[in-house]
Protein backbone atom coordinates (compact mmCIF):
# COMPACT_ATOMS: atom_id res chain seq x y z
CA UNK A 1 0.00 0.00 0.00
CA UNK A 2 1.14 3.34 -0.96
CA UNK A 3 0.12 6.31 0.76
CA UNK A 4 2.44 8.93 -0.33
CA UNK A 5 5.62 8.91 -2.92
CA UNK A 6 8.68 7.62 -1.92
CA UNK A 7 7.21 5.81 1.18
CA UNK A 8 5.66 2.04 1.07
CA UNK A 9 3.71 0.38 3.88
CA UNK A 10 3.38 -3.17 4.91
CA UNK A 11 0.06 -3.25 6.94
CA UNK A 12 -1.67 -6.08 8.94
CA UNK A 13 -5.56 -5.92 10.27
CA UNK A 14 -5.71 -7.28 13.57
CA UNK A 15 -9.08 -6.69 15.83
CA UNK A 16 -10.36 -4.47 13.60
CA UNK A 17 -7.09 -2.17 13.83
CA UNK A 18 -4.95 -1.38 10.81
CA UNK A 19 -1.47 -1.27 11.68
CA UNK A 20 1.03 0.08 9.25
CA UNK A 21 5.51 -0.42 9.27
CA UNK A 22 7.01 2.15 7.52
CA UNK A 23 9.75 1.73 5.18
CA UNK A 24 11.79 4.41 3.80
CA UNK A 25 12.84 4.35 -0.05
CA UNK A 26 16.12 4.98 0.45
CA UNK A 27 18.51 4.36 -2.17
CA UNK A 28 21.68 3.73 0.10
CA UNK A 29 24.78 1.37 -0.03
CA UNK A 30 22.57 -1.15 1.12
CA UNK A 31 22.48 -5.07 -0.57
CA UNK A 32 18.95 -5.74 -2.60
CA UNK A 33 19.09 -9.63 -4.24
CA UNK A 34 21.02 -12.90 -4.02
CA UNK A 35 23.87 -12.16 -6.08
CA UNK A 36 25.07 -15.47 -5.86
CA UNK A 37 25.73 -18.14 -2.96
CA UNK A 38 27.88 -20.85 -1.41
CA UNK A 39 28.19 -24.51 -0.62
CA UNK A 40 30.35 -26.92 0.86
CA UNK A 41 29.55 -29.24 3.18
CA UNK A 42 26.94 -27.85 5.91
CA UNK A 43 28.31 -24.53 6.97
CA UNK A 44 27.12 -23.06 10.30
CA UNK A 45 28.96 -19.88 11.32
CA UNK A 46 30.80 -17.16 9.26
CA UNK A 47 33.08 -14.29 9.52
CA UNK A 48 35.21 -11.61 7.27
CA UNK A 49 38.69 -10.95 7.94
CA UNK A 50 39.59 -7.38 8.14
CA UNK A 51 39.62 -6.06 4.53
CA UNK A 52 37.25 -8.57 3.59
CA UNK A 53 38.83 -10.36 1.23
CA UNK A 54 38.64 -13.98 3.18
CA UNK A 55 35.16 -15.26 4.20
CA UNK A 56 35.95 -18.01 6.61
CA UNK A 57 32.89 -20.55 7.83
CA UNK A 58 32.40 -23.61 10.33
CA UNK A 59 31.12 -26.45 9.42
CA UNK A 60 28.82 -29.24 10.83
CA UNK A 61 31.69 -31.82 11.00
CA UNK A 62 34.07 -29.93 13.00
CA UNK A 63 36.09 -28.47 9.88
CA UNK A 64 36.87 -24.97 8.43
CA UNK A 65 36.50 -23.60 5.31
CA UNK A 66 38.16 -20.28 3.76
CA UNK A 67 36.59 -18.80 0.85
CA UNK A 68 38.23 -15.67 -1.63
CA UNK A 69 35.42 -13.99 -1.73
CA UNK A 70 36.97 -11.99 -4.53
CA UNK A 71 36.58 -15.15 -6.60
CA UNK A 72 34.05 -17.20 -4.59
CA UNK A 73 36.43 -20.07 -4.25
CA UNK A 74 37.95 -22.58 -1.71
CA UNK A 75 41.20 -20.70 -0.57
CA UNK A 76 42.12 -22.90 2.17
CA UNK A 77 40.48 -25.79 4.45
CA UNK A 78 40.71 -26.35 7.81
CA UNK A 79 40.58 -29.86 9.12
CA UNK A 80 41.28 -31.06 12.73
CA UNK A 81 41.55 -34.73 12.91
CA UNK A 82 40.50 -34.81 16.94
CA UNK A 83 37.19 -32.13 16.28
CA UNK A 84 33.99 -33.43 14.10
CA UNK A 85 31.35 -31.57 16.40
CA UNK A 86 29.99 -28.62 14.68
CA UNK A 87 31.61 -25.32 14.82
CA UNK A 88 29.69 -22.56 17.16
CA UNK A 89 32.15 -19.51 16.28
CA UNK A 90 34.80 -18.68 14.31
CA UNK A 91 36.51 -15.02 14.42
CA UNK A 92 39.84 -13.53 12.68
CA UNK A 93 42.77 -12.03 14.17
CA UNK A 94 43.56 -8.80 13.49
CA UNK A 95 46.46 -9.03 11.41
CA UNK A 96 44.34 -12.06 9.60
CA UNK A 97 47.27 -14.74 10.39
CA UNK A 98 45.17 -16.64 12.82
CA UNK A 99 41.91 -17.99 13.32
CA UNK A 100 40.02 -19.19 16.47
CA UNK A 101 37.24 -21.17 16.39
CA UNK A 102 35.20 -23.10 19.13
CA UNK A 103 33.02 -26.28 18.94
CA UNK A 104 30.50 -28.02 19.96
CA UNK A 105 32.96 -30.55 21.82
CA UNK A 106 34.13 -27.81 24.27
CA UNK A 107 37.06 -26.73 22.28
CA UNK A 108 39.02 -23.94 21.11
CA UNK A 109 41.54 -24.41 18.53
CA UNK A 110 44.09 -21.44 16.97
CA UNK A 111 45.16 -22.54 13.43
CA UNK A 112 47.76 -20.47 11.39
CA UNK A 113 45.94 -19.22 8.47
CA UNK A 114 48.94 -19.63 5.93
CA UNK A 115 50.28 -22.67 6.87
CA UNK A 116 46.75 -24.37 8.14
CA UNK A 117 48.43 -25.69 10.81
CA UNK A 118 46.36 -25.81 14.27
CA UNK A 119 48.71 -24.28 16.58
CA UNK A 120 47.16 -25.15 19.88
CA UNK A 121 43.95 -26.96 21.69
CA UNK A 122 42.11 -26.09 24.76
CA UNK A 123 39.31 -28.03 26.06
CA UNK A 124 37.02 -26.01 28.45
CA UNK A 125 34.57 -27.50 31.22
CA UNK A 126 31.69 -25.84 29.11
CA UNK A 127 30.59 -25.51 25.80
CA UNK A 128 31.82 -22.08 23.88
CA UNK A 129 28.66 -20.35 22.13
CA UNK A 130 30.91 -18.03 21.14
CA UNK A 131 34.90 -17.15 21.54
CA UNK A 132 36.42 -13.48 20.44
CA UNK A 133 40.56 -12.69 19.84
CA UNK A 134 41.82 -9.89 21.58
CA UNK A 135 42.06 -6.83 19.05
CA UNK A 136 44.71 -5.22 19.96
CA UNK A 137 47.28 -7.62 19.30
CA UNK A 138 47.96 -8.86 15.73
CA UNK A 139 49.45 -12.19 17.28
CA UNK A 140 46.54 -12.34 20.18
CA UNK A 141 47.22 -15.18 23.17
CA UNK A 142 43.70 -14.07 24.85
CA UNK A 143 40.44 -14.69 23.95
CA UNK A 144 37.16 -13.97 25.66
CA UNK A 145 35.31 -17.19 25.71
CA UNK A 146 31.15 -17.20 26.52
CA UNK A 147 30.60 -20.54 27.47
CA UNK A 148 26.26 -22.47 27.53
CA UNK A 149 25.89 -22.74 31.31
CA UNK A 150 28.72 -20.72 32.94
CA UNK A 151 30.01 -16.81 33.09
CA UNK A 152 32.07 -15.66 30.47
CA UNK A 153 36.10 -15.89 30.92
CA UNK A 154 39.76 -14.96 29.34
CA UNK A 155 41.46 -17.63 28.36
CA UNK A 156 45.06 -17.87 27.98
CA UNK A 157 46.00 -19.49 24.71
CA UNK A 158 49.55 -20.11 25.86
CA UNK A 159 48.57 -21.95 28.83
CA UNK A 160 45.22 -22.63 28.87
CA UNK A 161 44.72 -21.10 32.30
CA UNK A 162 41.03 -19.48 32.35
CA UNK A 163 39.85 -16.44 34.60
CA UNK A 164 35.84 -16.09 34.68
CA UNK A 165 34.02 -12.66 34.82
CA UNK A 166 31.82 -11.20 36.79
CA UNK A 167 28.04 -11.22 35.52
CA UNK A 168 26.22 -9.47 38.29
CA UNK A 169 26.31 -6.37 40.33
CA UNK A 170 25.72 -8.37 43.37
CA UNK A 171 28.67 -10.62 43.37
CA UNK A 172 30.56 -6.84 44.17
CA UNK A 173 28.09 -5.14 46.74
CA UNK A 174 28.84 -5.46 50.39
CA UNK A 175 25.64 -7.15 51.52
CA UNK A 176 23.75 -10.25 50.80
CA UNK A 177 23.44 -11.01 47.25
CA UNK A 178 19.91 -11.67 46.39
CA UNK A 179 18.19 -14.61 45.27
CA UNK A 180 18.76 -15.99 41.90
CA UNK A 181 15.77 -15.87 39.55
CA UNK A 182 17.05 -18.72 37.67
CA UNK A 183 17.14 -21.70 39.59
CA UNK A 184 16.68 -25.61 38.88
CA UNK A 185 14.26 -27.79 40.74
CA UNK A 186 17.53 -28.63 42.76
CA UNK A 187 18.53 -25.60 43.78
CA UNK A 188 21.35 -25.16 42.04
CA UNK A 189 21.83 -21.87 40.16
CA UNK A 190 21.32 -22.27 36.29
CA UNK A 191 23.38 -19.55 34.45
CA UNK A 192 21.64 -18.43 31.51
CA UNK A 193 24.26 -17.96 28.41
CA UNK A 194 25.54 -14.49 28.52
CA UNK A 195 26.51 -12.39 25.84
CA UNK A 196 30.28 -10.57 26.11
CA UNK A 197 32.61 -8.34 23.97
CA UNK A 198 35.75 -6.55 23.60
CA UNK A 199 36.09 -2.64 23.02
CA UNK A 200 37.64 -1.68 20.22
CA UNK A 201 41.04 -1.95 21.51
CA UNK A 202 40.43 -4.60 23.86
CA UNK A 203 40.92 -2.68 27.33
CA UNK A 204 37.39 -3.74 28.56
CA UNK A 205 35.10 -6.28 28.55
CA UNK A 206 31.06 -5.42 28.16
CA UNK A 207 29.24 -8.06 29.40
CA UNK A 208 25.23 -8.07 29.34
CA UNK A 209 23.53 -10.27 31.71
CA UNK A 210 20.03 -11.90 32.31
CA UNK A 211 18.90 -9.34 34.44
CA UNK A 212 19.19 -6.69 31.50
CA UNK A 213 22.24 -4.92 32.37
CA UNK A 214 25.25 -4.39 30.87
CA UNK A 215 28.59 -4.69 32.90
CA UNK A 216 32.10 -2.12 31.71
CA UNK A 217 34.89 -5.16 33.61
CA UNK A 218 38.40 -4.18 33.52
CA UNK A 219 39.47 -7.92 32.27
CA UNK A 220 42.83 -7.28 33.70
CA UNK A 221 41.77 -7.49 37.75
CA UNK A 222 38.53 -8.86 37.28
CA UNK A 223 36.86 -5.18 38.72
CA UNK A 224 33.23 -3.94 37.55
CA UNK A 225 34.12 -0.71 36.52
CA UNK A 226 30.31 0.85 35.98
CA UNK A 227 26.87 -0.34 35.12
CA UNK A 228 24.51 0.73 32.31
CA UNK A 229 20.70 -0.83 32.92
CA UNK A 230 18.75 -1.79 29.89
CA UNK A 231 15.01 -0.77 30.04
CA UNK A 232 12.36 -3.48 31.13
CA UNK A 233 15.28 -5.61 32.22
CA UNK A 234 15.21 -8.25 29.56
CA UNK A 235 17.98 -11.51 28.70
CA UNK A 236 20.51 -10.29 26.97
CA UNK A 237 21.36 -12.21 23.94
CA UNK A 238 23.87 -10.23 21.72
CA UNK A 239 26.14 -7.53 21.94
CA UNK A 240 28.51 -5.94 19.45
CA UNK A 241 30.23 -2.93 18.66
CA UNK A 242 30.63 -0.70 15.75
CA UNK A 243 33.82 -1.26 13.51
CA UNK A 244 35.02 2.43 14.80
CA UNK A 245 33.90 1.47 18.67
CA UNK A 246 31.52 4.57 18.90
CA UNK A 247 28.33 2.83 18.86
CA UNK A 248 27.35 -0.58 21.00
CA UNK A 249 24.50 -2.69 19.92
CA UNK A 250 22.37 -5.22 22.11
CA UNK A 251 20.12 -7.30 20.87
CA UNK A 252 17.42 -8.40 24.12
CA UNK A 253 14.97 -10.85 24.75
CA UNK A 254 12.26 -8.12 24.49
CA UNK A 255 12.98 -8.24 20.72
CA UNK A 256 14.41 -5.12 20.67
CA UNK A 257 17.67 -3.95 19.25
CA UNK A 258 19.11 -1.24 21.32
CA UNK A 259 21.93 0.97 19.64
CA UNK A 260 24.01 2.90 22.80
CA UNK A 261 26.41 5.84 21.96
CA UNK A 262 30.37 5.28 23.55
CA UNK A 263 31.21 8.31 25.29
CA UNK A 264 34.53 7.08 26.47
CA UNK A 265 37.71 7.42 24.40
CA UNK A 266 38.98 4.99 23.00
CA UNK A 267 42.07 4.04 23.87
CA UNK A 268 42.37 5.29 27.51
CA UNK A 269 38.84 3.87 28.24
CA UNK A 270 40.32 2.56 31.86
CA UNK A 271 41.92 6.13 32.77
CA UNK A 272 38.50 7.78 32.39
CA UNK A 273 36.95 5.25 34.18
CA UNK A 274 39.65 5.95 37.14
CA UNK A 275 38.82 9.83 36.68
CA UNK A 276 35.15 9.57 36.92
CA UNK A 277 35.20 6.98 39.89
CA UNK A 278 36.95 9.32 42.01
CA UNK A 279 35.13 12.55 40.57
CA UNK A 280 31.67 11.03 42.14
CA UNK A 281 32.14 9.96 46.01
CA UNK A 282 28.87 10.94 47.04
CA UNK A 283 27.79 7.19 46.31
CA UNK A 284 28.43 3.95 46.74
CA UNK A 285 27.89 0.32 45.97
CA UNK A 286 25.58 -0.26 43.22
CA UNK A 287 24.21 3.57 42.97
CA UNK A 288 27.79 4.66 41.86
CA UNK A 289 28.11 2.00 39.25
CA UNK A 290 25.22 3.16 37.68
CA UNK A 291 26.05 7.05 37.85
CA UNK A 292 29.71 6.16 36.15
CA UNK A 293 27.84 3.71 33.69
CA UNK A 294 25.47 6.66 32.53
CA UNK A 295 28.36 8.95 31.83
CA UNK A 296 29.81 5.89 29.41
CA UNK A 297 26.86 4.54 27.42
CA UNK A 298 23.76 6.72 26.53
CA UNK A 299 20.68 5.16 24.66
CA UNK A 300 20.86 6.24 20.55
CA UNK A 301 17.93 4.23 18.76
CA UNK A 302 15.91 1.11 19.94
CA UNK A 303 14.58 -1.19 16.38
CA UNK A 304 11.98 -3.18 16.69
CA UNK A 305 9.40 -5.15 14.56
CA UNK A 306 6.23 -3.74 16.21
CA UNK A 307 3.42 -6.01 13.82
CA UNK A 308 5.29 -9.18 14.08
CA UNK A 309 7.12 -8.92 17.13
CA UNK A 310 10.04 -11.32 15.70
CA UNK A 311 13.07 -11.96 17.61
CA UNK A 312 16.15 -11.31 16.16
CA UNK A 313 19.28 -13.60 14.84
CA UNK A 314 22.44 -12.33 14.82
CA UNK A 315 21.98 -8.57 14.94
CA UNK A 316 25.10 -6.08 13.45
CA UNK A 317 26.47 -2.91 12.05
CA UNK A 318 27.79 -2.56 8.38
CA UNK A 319 31.57 -1.80 7.52
CA UNK A 320 30.91 1.78 8.01
CA UNK A 321 28.45 2.05 11.08
CA UNK A 322 25.75 3.30 8.83
CA UNK A 323 23.59 0.63 9.11
CA UNK A 324 21.85 -1.64 10.87
CA UNK A 325 21.02 -5.50 10.03
CA UNK A 326 19.01 -7.91 11.86
CA UNK A 327 17.93 -11.42 10.54
CA UNK A 328 14.69 -12.72 11.59
CA UNK A 329 14.59 -15.64 13.79
CA UNK A 330 11.19 -17.01 13.08
CA UNK A 331 11.19 -21.08 11.96
CA UNK A 332 11.42 -21.48 8.19
CA UNK A 333 12.01 -17.75 7.56
CA UNK A 334 15.17 -16.00 5.68
CA UNK A 335 14.46 -12.49 6.37
CA UNK A 336 16.94 -9.49 6.68
CA UNK A 337 15.46 -6.40 8.21
CA UNK A 338 18.05 -3.06 6.97
CA UNK A 339 18.12 0.08 9.32
CA UNK A 340 19.75 3.26 8.76
CA UNK A 341 21.63 4.83 11.95
CA UNK A 342 18.76 6.89 12.49
CA UNK A 343 16.16 4.45 13.12
CA UNK A 344 14.22 4.16 9.60
CA UNK A 345 13.59 0.93 8.29
CA UNK A 346 14.89 0.87 4.98
CA UNK A 347 15.04 -2.84 3.46
CA UNK A 348 13.64 -6.08 3.84
CA UNK A 349 15.15 -8.59 2.43
CA UNK A 350 13.27 -11.98 1.88
CA UNK A 351 15.10 -15.32 0.64
CA UNK A 352 14.41 -18.97 0.52
CA UNK A 353 12.49 -20.51 2.74
CA UNK A 354 15.18 -21.66 5.15
CA UNK A 355 15.62 -20.59 8.72
CA UNK A 356 18.52 -17.85 8.97
CA UNK A 357 21.25 -19.03 11.65
CA UNK A 358 23.91 -16.51 11.34
CA UNK A 359 24.97 -12.84 9.41
CA UNK A 360 27.59 -10.84 8.58
CA UNK A 361 28.12 -7.62 6.61
CA UNK A 362 31.36 -6.82 4.69
CA UNK A 363 33.52 -4.49 6.02
CA UNK A 364 33.77 -2.04 3.53
CA UNK A 365 31.70 -2.98 0.75
CA UNK A 366 27.60 -2.84 0.73
CA UNK A 367 27.42 -7.05 0.87
CA UNK A 368 25.54 -8.88 3.22
CA UNK A 369 26.05 -12.84 3.86
CA UNK A 370 23.83 -14.96 5.69
CA UNK A 371 23.74 -18.40 6.51
CA UNK A 372 20.76 -20.83 6.19
CA UNK A 373 19.64 -23.82 8.23
CA UNK A 374 20.67 -26.61 5.41
CA UNK A 375 24.21 -25.01 5.67
CA UNK A 376 24.15 -22.81 2.68
CA UNK A 377 25.90 -19.12 2.21
CA UNK A 378 23.83 -16.74 0.06
CA UNK A 379 25.51 -13.40 -0.53
CA UNK A 380 23.18 -10.20 -1.07
CA UNK A 381 24.37 -7.34 -3.11
CA UNK A 382 23.20 -4.10 -4.36
CA UNK A 383 21.35 -4.63 -7.76
CA UNK A 384 23.26 -1.57 -10.33
CA UNK A 385 21.39 -1.23 -13.10
CA UNK A 386 23.76 -0.43 -15.98
CA UNK A 387 25.13 2.86 -16.54
CA UNK A 388 27.14 2.94 -20.04
CA UNK A 389 28.70 6.80 -18.53
CA UNK A 390 30.08 5.09 -16.45
CA UNK A 391 32.77 3.70 -18.56
CA UNK A 392 33.10 6.80 -20.56
CA UNK A 393 32.55 10.23 -18.67
CA UNK A 394 31.80 11.91 -22.16
CA UNK A 395 29.06 9.98 -22.75
CA UNK A 396 25.52 10.28 -23.13
CA UNK A 397 22.67 8.46 -22.84
CA UNK A 398 20.14 9.39 -25.38
CA UNK A 399 16.21 8.86 -24.99
CA UNK A 400 15.80 8.94 -28.82
CA UNK A 401 17.88 9.83 -31.84
CA UNK A 402 19.64 13.33 -32.32
CA UNK A 403 20.94 14.79 -35.35
CA UNK A 404 24.82 15.46 -34.25
CA UNK A 405 26.48 18.17 -35.78
CA UNK A 406 30.50 17.66 -35.49
CA UNK A 407 33.31 20.33 -35.06
CA UNK A 408 35.13 21.53 -37.45
CA UNK A 409 38.19 20.18 -35.20
CA UNK A 410 36.45 17.11 -34.00
CA UNK A 411 39.33 14.91 -35.50
CA UNK A 412 42.39 17.09 -35.59
CA UNK A 413 45.07 15.61 -33.89
CA UNK A 414 45.74 18.87 -31.54
CA UNK A 415 41.99 20.53 -31.18
CA UNK A 416 42.15 24.29 -31.06
CA UNK A 417 40.49 24.21 -27.48
CA UNK A 418 43.38 22.42 -26.12
CA UNK A 419 45.83 24.33 -27.22
CA UNK A 420 44.15 26.93 -25.72
CA UNK A 421 43.75 26.16 -22.68
CA UNK A 422 47.20 24.22 -21.84
CA UNK A 423 48.22 22.03 -19.60
CA UNK A 424 47.42 21.99 -15.88
CA UNK A 425 50.15 19.76 -14.70
CA UNK A 426 53.61 20.49 -13.50
CA UNK A 427 56.18 18.36 -14.95
CA UNK A 428 59.13 19.09 -13.12
CA UNK A 429 56.94 17.93 -9.83
CA UNK A 430 58.10 14.42 -8.65
CA UNK A 431 55.43 12.14 -7.81
CA UNK A 432 55.76 9.81 -4.81
CA UNK A 433 54.88 6.36 -5.81
CA UNK A 434 56.28 4.69 -2.55
CA UNK A 435 54.42 6.20 0.06
CA UNK A 436 50.95 4.42 0.54
CA UNK A 437 48.51 6.23 1.80
CA UNK A 438 45.83 5.07 4.96
CA UNK A 439 42.24 4.06 3.45
CA UNK A 440 39.90 5.85 5.21
CA UNK A 441 38.37 3.25 6.82
CA UNK A 442 41.24 1.11 7.98
CA UNK A 443 42.67 4.70 9.25
CA UNK A 444 43.55 2.78 13.08
CA UNK A 445 46.04 0.89 11.44
CA UNK A 446 48.78 0.60 13.44
CA UNK A 447 49.78 -3.01 13.42
CA UNK A 448 53.50 -3.87 13.16
CA UNK A 449 52.87 -6.57 10.99
CA UNK A 450 51.65 -7.03 7.79
CA UNK A 451 47.93 -8.27 6.89
CA UNK A 452 46.94 -11.44 5.23
CA UNK A 453 44.60 -10.16 2.62
CA UNK A 454 44.92 -13.40 0.22
CA UNK A 455 46.06 -16.97 0.36
CA UNK A 456 48.08 -18.55 -2.69
CA UNK A 457 45.41 -20.80 -4.59
CA UNK A 458 46.50 -24.63 -4.01
CA UNK A 459 45.72 -26.85 -7.91
CA UNK A 460 43.97 -29.43 -7.23
CA UNK A 461 44.49 -32.53 -9.34
CA UNK A 462 41.86 -33.12 -11.65
CA UNK A 463 40.45 -36.02 -12.52
CA UNK A 464 41.16 -37.97 -16.29
CA UNK A 465 38.94 -36.75 -18.87
CA UNK A 466 39.14 -40.24 -20.36
CA UNK A 467 38.02 -42.34 -17.36
CA UNK A 468 34.25 -41.92 -17.71
CA UNK A 469 34.60 -42.01 -21.35
CA UNK A 470 35.92 -45.58 -21.34
CA UNK A 471 34.13 -46.97 -18.48
CA UNK A 472 31.66 -48.41 -20.95
CA UNK A 473 33.78 -49.31 -23.91
CA UNK A 474 35.75 -51.28 -20.73
CA UNK A 475 32.90 -53.42 -19.11
CA UNK A 476 31.82 -54.13 -22.54
CA UNK A 477 34.91 -55.85 -23.56
CA UNK A 478 35.57 -57.24 -20.35
CA UNK A 479 31.95 -59.01 -20.76
CA UNK A 480 33.24 -60.34 -24.54
CA UNK A 481 36.70 -61.29 -22.99
CA UNK A 482 34.86 -63.49 -20.04
CA UNK A 483 32.41 -64.96 -22.80
CA UNK A 484 34.40 -67.52 -24.29
CA UNK A 485 36.06 -65.91 -27.17
CA UNK A 486 39.25 -67.84 -28.37
CA UNK A 487 41.20 -65.00 -28.35
CA UNK A 488 40.57 -63.98 -25.03
CA UNK A 489 43.35 -65.98 -23.26
CA UNK A 490 46.59 -66.09 -24.85
CA UNK A 491 50.61 -66.69 -24.23
CA UNK A 492 52.78 -64.16 -23.30
CA UNK A 493 56.01 -63.54 -24.27
CA UNK A 494 57.43 -64.84 -21.00
CA UNK A 495 55.38 -68.39 -21.80
CA UNK A 496 52.39 -66.84 -19.36
CA UNK A 497 48.74 -67.12 -19.83
CA UNK A 498 47.83 -63.44 -19.97
CA UNK A 499 44.31 -62.16 -19.06
CA UNK A 500 43.04 -59.66 -22.10
CA UNK A 501 40.11 -58.48 -19.51
CA UNK A 502 41.79 -55.67 -18.48
CA UNK A 503 43.99 -54.66 -21.45
CA UNK A 504 41.77 -52.45 -23.72
CA UNK A 505 41.91 -49.39 -20.78
CA UNK A 506 45.19 -49.82 -18.74
CA UNK A 507 46.27 -47.74 -15.64
CA UNK A 508 49.91 -47.04 -14.84
CA UNK A 509 51.35 -45.41 -11.92
CA UNK A 510 48.57 -47.09 -9.85
CA UNK A 511 45.81 -45.13 -12.23
CA UNK A 512 47.00 -41.71 -12.55
CA UNK A 513 47.24 -42.22 -16.22
CA UNK A 514 44.54 -44.15 -18.71
CA UNK A 515 46.05 -45.70 -22.38
CA UNK A 516 43.73 -47.28 -24.85
CA UNK A 517 44.74 -49.25 -27.31
CA UNK A 518 44.78 -48.69 -31.12
CA UNK A 519 44.33 -50.61 -34.13
CA UNK A 520 47.18 -51.65 -36.30
CA UNK A 521 47.39 -48.75 -39.50
CA UNK A 522 47.48 -50.20 -42.90
CA UNK A 523 51.34 -50.52 -43.52
CA UNK A 524 51.68 -52.23 -40.06
CA UNK A 525 49.52 -54.76 -41.84
CA UNK A 526 50.98 -54.51 -45.44
CA UNK A 527 54.54 -55.10 -43.44
CA UNK A 528 52.56 -58.33 -41.70
CA UNK A 529 51.49 -59.58 -44.98
CA UNK A 530 55.04 -59.00 -46.75
CA UNK A 531 56.65 -60.96 -43.70
CA UNK A 532 54.19 -64.14 -43.82
CA UNK A 533 54.37 -64.29 -48.09
CA UNK A 534 58.24 -64.36 -47.94
CA UNK A 535 59.60 -68.11 -48.17
CA UNK A 536 61.53 -68.89 -44.84
CA UNK A 537 64.56 -70.55 -44.32
CA UNK A 538 63.24 -72.25 -41.06
CA UNK A 539 60.39 -73.55 -39.63
CA UNK A 540 61.28 -72.46 -36.62
CA UNK A 541 62.26 -68.53 -37.65
CA UNK A 542 59.04 -68.31 -39.67
CA UNK A 543 56.85 -69.23 -36.17
CA UNK A 544 58.81 -67.09 -34.01
CA UNK A 545 58.56 -64.21 -36.32
CA UNK A 546 54.61 -64.91 -36.76
CA UNK A 547 54.43 -65.09 -32.99
CA UNK A 548 56.07 -61.72 -32.61
CA UNK A 549 53.82 -59.66 -34.81
CA UNK A 550 50.12 -61.72 -33.45
CA UNK A 551 51.76 -60.91 -29.60
CA UNK A 552 52.37 -57.14 -31.29
CA UNK A 553 49.02 -57.40 -32.52
CA UNK A 554 47.30 -57.91 -29.27
CA UNK A 555 48.97 -56.11 -27.09
CA UNK A 556 52.52 -55.98 -26.70
CA UNK A 557 53.46 -52.72 -28.73
CA UNK A 558 50.75 -50.23 -30.41
CA UNK A 559 49.30 -47.77 -27.77
CA UNK A 560 48.27 -44.71 -28.48
CA UNK A 561 51.32 -42.93 -27.21
CA UNK A 562 54.17 -45.36 -28.33
CA UNK A 563 52.80 -46.05 -31.99
CA UNK A 564 55.09 -44.02 -34.66
CA UNK A 565 55.60 -43.48 -37.90
CA UNK A 566 58.60 -45.40 -38.74
CA UNK A 567 56.16 -48.26 -39.96
Same mark, same amino acid.
Given at each position: M???S??T??H??NN????????T??Q =?DF?E???? $???HG?M +????F?R?GT????G????SC?????E???????L?????S?PI?SI??S?C???I???A?????S?W?????K?I????L?? *?????R???G??M #?????A?????????V?L????? *??L????????SG????S????????????????C????????????SK??I?L??Y?D??V??????S???V???IV??R????L??????????????????K??????????????????V???K?V?SK????FR????SI?K??W?????SGD =??W?? =??SA?K??????I???????????????E???D?AW?P?R?IVV??S??G????W????T?N?S??A???K !????NE??V !??E?????????E???GS?VNE?E??D?? *????DP???DS?????EL??LP???C?D?PEQ?? +????S????????N???????E??P??????HAS??V??D?GG *????RK?? #??E????L?A??IK???K??K?S?????S??DE???NG???????D? $?
Amino acid at each position: MELSSGTTYDHIINNDTIMMMEITDDQ =GDFPEVIEE $YLEHGCM +KCIAFNRRGTLLAAGCNDGSCVIWDFETRGIAKELRDGECSSPITSICWSKCGHRILVSAADKSLSLWDVMSGKRITRIVLQQ *TPLQARLHPGSSM #PSLCLACPLSCAPMIVDLNTGST *TSLKVSVSEISSGPAPASRNKSSDGITSFTPTAACFSKYGNLVYVGNSKGEILLIDYKDGEVRAMVPISGGSVVKNIVFSRNGQYLLTNSNDRIIRIYENLLPLKDEVRALDELNENINDLNGVEKLKAVGSKCLTLFREFQDSITKVHWKAPCFSGD =GEWVV =GGSASKGEHKIYIWDRAGHLVKILEGPKEALIDLAWHPVRPIVVSVSLNGIVYIWAKDYTENWSAFAPDFK !ELEENEEYV !EREDEFDLIPETEKVKGSDVNEDEEVDIV *TVEKDPAFSDSDMSEEELCFLPATPCRDVPEQQD +KFLDSSSKLVDSNNSGSPLSEEAGPNGHMMNHASSPVEDDAGG *TRIKRKRK #PSEKVLELQAEKIKKPSKSSKLSKSKSKSLVDEENGNGFYGDDLSDE $Y
